[in-house]
């Protein structure tokens, strides 16, 4: 199984973090894995976006021209993005200041509103994790016991008493998720 | 150290591409770091800072004033027989072309880490291979070479980072690890190699007899210099490099060879446009045609030999890089004329996708 | 007194120190360099360091500073001897460290090295012979040319609006919170010789005591740069150069 991922947002809504988490994830259950960054300034505010690939096998390109899943956490991003998922593919974006939505049809469209939902109940932090819930609700690509181990893992000691915080977050993406038709 | 710090060497990490060279250079026994921040490499210095390997290997890091300072703090570390490095890129690294030509000329051994980005001037901060001239043509002034190694995953940014030093040592000789922008800041899995001591002074006078660590009563003054005012003698030391050289390219060659036996067509790229055509490379074999792929892992010395043999065998070459197309020339040296040699690159900071190595090489070579 | 008295070793009243070897110099006559290497192989031998002691040359004349005194050396390329220093004497603390610069190495190409090894506060010692010329060159104009002199790329002189100040750096260095010892010197006379010398010694000693970084300017003649007989040397540069940049200690903490 290449499960082949592009995650893009502002800088600041954790699209690099999520990433990092997904790629512990696949570390955990022995997987190989990549995480190659949009990297420099464009983190500090504009638009970031992170290719994450969970492998069986050893993984060629790190670079992609297509995806079998989008996260997109803003309109630029679905603009760049919705064109390149596979036929097939999985596109999953919170609708959160979009006036634009996805147009295709061949593709399976996913909308979870984690910002909203954030802002009403005061997770922002989380907020990555939120989505990232959705994610393995409808594309179930890592366990969630391999997600808390690598989150473990990708977070200093310090921070170790947020982990508690960070699995209701996924638990309630995996609520807020909705299917567009 | 945080418990977090120690790791046993077996341990499959996840990091950067730049972290595991900070990692592997405290762990081969380096002796001084010496460098200037600069995107998209920051993280070589920043790790170490962060690790302190002073207070465990006794590992000098020193953030200089600027690239010139840091490749001068190198040629004094390694004038003393140290295991030294620095680590740039590609603005930077031109900085450092003095430096690197009087360590070469000194006949010194030190690693230079150069994690490209997209030029010329202050360019982008997006990766780039356009600096591959500079590194194997000898980027400096006078007739020099560095020994150039270039990783196509965050395991070979750890493995070259011992190699390099290994071979800088084995020959005297300045070693450059030349990786991309993508090399450096992708993560992936790594296992980091097992530690090894730093040297003792005792045994880099044993093994460096001409390091400039003080002159003990038993022998003469050692003096790195670099000065020849008599035309002869710097001829004489120039043969003497041209041997050292002759002698890598005859022992030191290193590359990868990715289904080429029954290849009727050749890719040949280096770093992360190796892994970009390998993907391609799936996809034509996928149709059925015929494509292998030449990874050169050392650039000086150059794979010429296999590149040779394959020219007798396959339709056509296809060499993929981000540049205008600079190795393509040593390819094209390698073959010689026998088959057609075709380039595809992107410039600049962008890189060439899956899909544009697979076009090139429908268009430029199957369907041609 | 006859040759055999003379080399009678009871009678003896002067002799070269070991650390300088029997190397004819490539010193002009009335050079201060010559005496500037002497003082500091009697320093290394008085201090018993000469096993200890690792030389930075620069680019200009005194790159062949490693042809005469017998310690060991490495010659920087142009403005980089400090950079070289920081590095050596990071890695080998309990070594004696100098660097030994011209102007314009030290105060031109040198700069940024010369202040941030200075501002580090690196316990190195660094000789900087100042003559207000490039002497390997052919005399070119140095930063530290006085105003109207004359050189081969100031040939009427220089002036403000073409060349700028002279510049003196040694002040700068004295701001620095890295320097622990600056002073400037010259060693046109027995009095400054004898001055010099103390002050090297007490920029080596610092630098083995880790106080921070001593800067020991020694003002200097270039007879051959500046086309004088080396007496006259010596007068030009008390007339000249010494109201410009005045002997004394500058600090000493």
Same mark, same amino acid.
């Given at each position: 199984?290449?499960?082949?991922?592009?995650?893009?947002?502002?800088?600041?809504?954790?699209?690099?973090?999520?990433?990092?988490?997904?790629?512990?994830?696949?570390?955990?259950?022995?997987?190989?894995?990549?995480?190659?960054?949009?990297?420099?300034?464009?983190?500090?505010?504009?638009?970031?976006?992170?290719?994450?690939?969970?492998?069986?096998?050893?993984?060629?390109?790190?670079?992609?021209?297509?995806?079998?899943?989008?996260?997109?956490?803003?309109?630029?991003?679905?603009?760049?993005?919705?064109?390149?998922?596979?036929?097939?593919?999985?596109?999953?974006?919170?609708?959160?200041?979009?006036?634009?939505?996805?147009?295709?049809?061949?593709?399976?469209?996913?909308?979870?509103?984690?910002?909203?939902?954030?802002?009403?109940?005061?997770?922002?932090?989380?907020?990555?994790?939120?989505?990232?819930?959705?994610?393995?609700?409808?594309?179930?690509?890592?366990?969630?016991?391999?997600?808390?181990?690598?989150?473990?893992?990708?977070?200093?000691?310090?921070?170790?008493?947020?982990?508690?915080?960070?699995?209701?977050?996924?638990?309630?993406?995996?609520?807020?998720?909705?299917?567009?038709? | 150290?945080?418990?977090?710090?120690?790791?046993?060497?077996?341990?499959?990490?996840?990091?950067?591409?730049?972290?595991?060279?900070?990692?592997?250079?405290?762990?081969?026994?380096?002796?001084?770091?010496?460098?200037?921040?600069?995107?998209?490499?920051?993280?070589?210095?920043?790790?170490?800072?962060?690790?302190?390997?002073?207070?465990?290997?006794?590992?000098?890091?020193?953030?200089?004033?600027?690239?010139?300072?840091?490749?001068?703090?190198?040629?004094?570390?390694?004038?003393?027989?140290?295991?030294?490095?620095?680590?740039?890129?590609?603005?930077?690294?031109?900085?450092?072309?003095?430096?690197?030509?009087?360590?070469?000329?000194?006949?010194?051994?030190?690693?230079?880490?150069?994690?490209?980005?997209?030029?010329?001037?202050?360019?982008?901060?997006?990766?780039?291979?356009?600096?591959?001239?500079?590194?194997?043509?000898?980027?400096?002034?006078?007739?020099?070479?560095?020994?150039?190694?270039?990783?196509?995953?965050?395991?070979?940014?750890?493995?070259?980072?011992?190699?390099?030093?290994?071979?800088?040592?084995?020959?005297?000789?300045?070693?450059?690890?030349?990786?991309?922008?993508?090399?450096?800041?992708?993560?992936?899995?790594?296992?980091?190699?097992?530690?090894?001591?730093?040297?003792?002074?005792?045994?880099?006078?044993?093994?460096?007899?001409?390091?400039?660590?003080?002159?003990?009563?038993?022998?003469?003054?050692?003096?790195?210099?670099?000065?020849?005012?008599?035309?002869?003698?710097?001829?004489?030391?120039?043969?003497?490099?041209?041997?050292?050289?002759?002698?890598?390219?005859?022992?030191?060659?290193?590359?990868?060879?990715?289904?080429?036996?029954?290849?009727?067509?050749?890719?040949?790229?280096?770093?992360?446009?190796?892994?970009?055509?390998?993907?391609?490379?799936?996809?034509?074999?996928?149709?059925?045609?015929?494509?292998?792929?030449?990874?050169?892992?050392?650039?000086?010395?150059?794979?010429?030999?296999?590149?040779?043999?394959?020219?007798?065998?396959?339709?056509?070459?296809?060499?993929?890089?981000?540049?205008?197309?600079?190795?393509?020339?040593?390819?094209?040296?390698?073959?010689?004329?026998?088959?057609?040699?075709?380039?595809?690159?992107?410039?600049?900071?962008?890189?060439?996708?899956?899909?544009?190595?697979?076009?090139?090489?429908?268009?430029?070579?199957?369907?041609? | 007194?006859?040759?055999?008295?003379?080399?009678?070793?009871?009678?003896?009243?002067?002799?070269?120190?070991?650390?300088?070897?029997?190397?004819?110099?490539?010193?002009?006559?009335?050079?201060?360099?010559?005496?500037?290497?002497?003082?500091?192989?009697?320093?290394?031998?008085?201090?018993?360091?000469?096993?200890?002691?690792?030389?930075?040359?620069?680019?200009?004349?005194?790159?062949?500073?490693?042809?005469?005194?017998?310690?060991?050396?490495?010659?920087?390329?142009?403005?980089?001897?400090?950079?070289?220093?920081?590095?050596?004497?990071?890695?080998?603390?309990?070594?004696?460290?100098?660097?030994?610069?011209? $102007? %314009?190495?030290?105060?031109?190409?040198?700069? @940024?090295?010369?202040?941030? =090894?200075?501002? #580090?506060?690196?316990?190195? *010692? /660094?000789?900087?012979?100042?003559?207000?010329?490039?002497?390997?060159?052919?005399?070119?104009?140095?930063?530290?040319?006085?105003?109207?002199?004359?050189?081969?790329?100031?040939?009427?002189?220089?002036?403000?609006?073409?060349?700028?100040?002279?510049?003196?750096?040694?002040?700068?260095?004295?701001?620095? $919170? %890295?320097?622990?010892?600056?002073?400037?010197? @010259?060693?046109?006379?027995? =009095?400054?010789? #004898?001055?010099?010398?103390? *002050? /090297?010694?007490?920029?080596?000693?610092?630098?083995?005591?880790?106080?921070?970084?001593?800067?020991?300017?020694?003002?200097?003649?270039?007879?051959?740069?500046?086309?004088?007989?080396?007496?006259?040397?010596?007068?030009?540069?008390?007339?000249?150069?010494?109201?410009?940049?005045?002997?004394?200690?500058?600090?000493?903490?």
């Amino acid at each position: 199984m290449t499960e082949e991922i592009i995650i893009a947002g502002f800088g600041g809504q954790g699209v690099l973090s999520m990433g990092k988490i997904l790629a512990y994830s696949g570390l955990m259950q022995g997987q190989e894995v990549s995480w190659m960054p949009s990297y420099g300034p464009e983190q500090r505010g504009g638009t970031a976006n992170v290719t994450v690939i969970l492998s069986d096998e050893r993984i060629s390109s790190p670079v992609l021209n297509s995806y079998d899943t989008a996260i997109v956490l803003n309109q630029p991003s679905l603009e760049r993005f919705e064109s390149r998922v596979k036929p097939g593919g999985t596109l999953i974006f919170d609708g959160n200041g979009f006036h634009k939505f996805p147009t295709r049809k061949d593709i399976n469209v996913y909308r979870i509103d984690a910002t909203e939902y954030s802002l009403a109940n005061n997770t922002s932090k989380t907020l990555n994790m939120i989505i990232l819930g959705g994610l393995l609700k409808v594309r179930p690509i890592v366990q969630i016991e391999n997600v808390l181990k690598g989150l473990k893992k990708s977070l200093p000691d310090r921070h170790h008493h947020l982990l508690g915080m960070n699995e209701k977050a996924l638990h309630i993406g995996m609520d807020l998720i909705k299917k567009v038709d | 150290m945080s418990d977090s710090k120690k790791h046993t060497h077996e341990e499959v990490r996840l990091m950067k591409g730049n972290e595991a060279i900070a990692h592997a250079a405290i762990r081969c026994g380096c002796d001084g770091y010496f460098g200037y921040p600069i995107t998209p490499q920051s993280e070589i210095m920043e790790t170490l800072m962060d690790e302190e390997p002073w207070n465990s290997t006794g590992m000098v890091v020193l953030q200089a004033e600027s690239e010139t300072s840091s490749i001068n703090m190198v040629y004094g570390a390694a004038s003393c027989g140290k295991k030294s490095m620095t680590s740039s890129s590609s603005p930077g690294v031109s900085l450092m072309q003095e430096g690197i030509s009087y360590i070469a000329a000194g006949e010194l051994p030190c690693l230079i880490v150069n994690v490209m980005r997209g030029g010329p001037g202050l360019g982008t901060i997006q990766p780039s291979q356009a600096d591959y001239f500079q590194a194997v043509k000898g980027g400096g002034h006078g007739d020099y070479k560095l020994i150039t190694l270039a990783p196509a995953s965050v395991q070979e940014m750890a493995d070259h980072t011992v190699l390099a030093f290994d071979l800088a040592f084995k020959y005297r000789t300045p070693a450059m690890i030349l990786a991309d922008g993508i090399i450096g800041q992708m993560m992936e899995k790594v296992i980091l190699p097992p530690f090894q001591p730093r040297l003792t002074e005792e045994e880099i006078r044993t093994r460096m007899p001409w390091a400039t660590l003080g002159k003990p009563a038993s022998r003469k003054p050692n003096v790195i210099t670099t000065l020849s005012l008599d035309a002869q003698e710097m001829e004489d030391t120039n043969i003497r490099l041209q041997a050292k050289y002759r002698e890598i390219e005859k022992n030191e060659v290193l590359f990868e060879e990715v289904e080429c036996e029954d290849a009727d067509y050749l890719i040949i790229a280096f770093g992360t446009c190796a892994r970009v055509s390998q993907k391609a490379v799936d996809m034509a074999r996928a149709e059925g045609i015929k494509v292998g792929l030449i990874r050169p892992i050392t650039l000086f010395p150059f794979p010429t030999d296999i590149i040779s043999k394959y020219a007798d065998k396959v339709k056509s070459m296809l060499t993929i890089e981000m540049s205008a197309g600079q190795m393509v020339e040593d390819v094209r040296l390698a073959v010689n004329g026998r088959v057609p040699v075709e380039f595809y690159g992107r410039m600049g900071g962008m890189n060439p996708s899956p899909d544009g190595v697979y076009n090139a090489l429908m268009t430029k070579l199957v369907n041609k | 007194m006859t040759t055999n008295e003379i080399i009678n070793p009871a009678n003896l009243v002067y002799a070269k120190t070991k650390v300088m070897n029997d190397t004819p110099m490539h010193y002009c006559p009335g050079c201060s360099h010559g005496v500037v290497h002497k003082i500091i192989g009697e320093i290394i031998d008085d201090m018993g360091v000469q096993e200890n002691t690792i030389g930075i040359a620069p680019v200009g004349c005194a790159v062949f500073a490693y042809k005469y005194l017998d310690i060991d050396w490495q010659q920087a390329a142009h403005g980089r001897a400090p950079a070289l220093a920081t590095a050596v004497k990071r890695l080998l603390p309990d070594r004696l460290v100098f660097t030994y610069q011209g $102007d %314009g190495d030290l105060a031109a190409i040198g700069t @940024a090295e010369t202040i941030h =090894a200075c501002n #580090r506060g690196e316990n190195i *010692a /660094i000789i900087f012979i100042n003559n207000g010329i490039y002497g390997m060159t052919g005399g070119q104009m140095a930063p530290t040319t006085l105003h109207g002199m004359k050189s081969s790329t100031s040939p009427n002189g220089r002036t403000v609006p073409l060349n700028g100040h002279p510049l003196d750096i040694t002040k700068l260095l004295a701001m620095l $919170d %890295g320097t622990c010892y600056v002073t400037r010197q @010259a060693v046109h006379n027995v =009095a400054g010789v #004898r001055k010099t010398k103390k *002050a /090297i010694r007490k920029a080596f000693e610092n630098s083995m005591l880790g106080k921070g970084t001593s800067i020991v300017e020694v003002v200097s003649t270039c007879s051959s740069g500046w086309k004088l007989t080396p007496e006259a040397s010596n007068d030009w540069m008390v007339e000249n150069m010494f109201p410009a940049y005045p002997l004394g200690d500058l600090k000493d903490l």
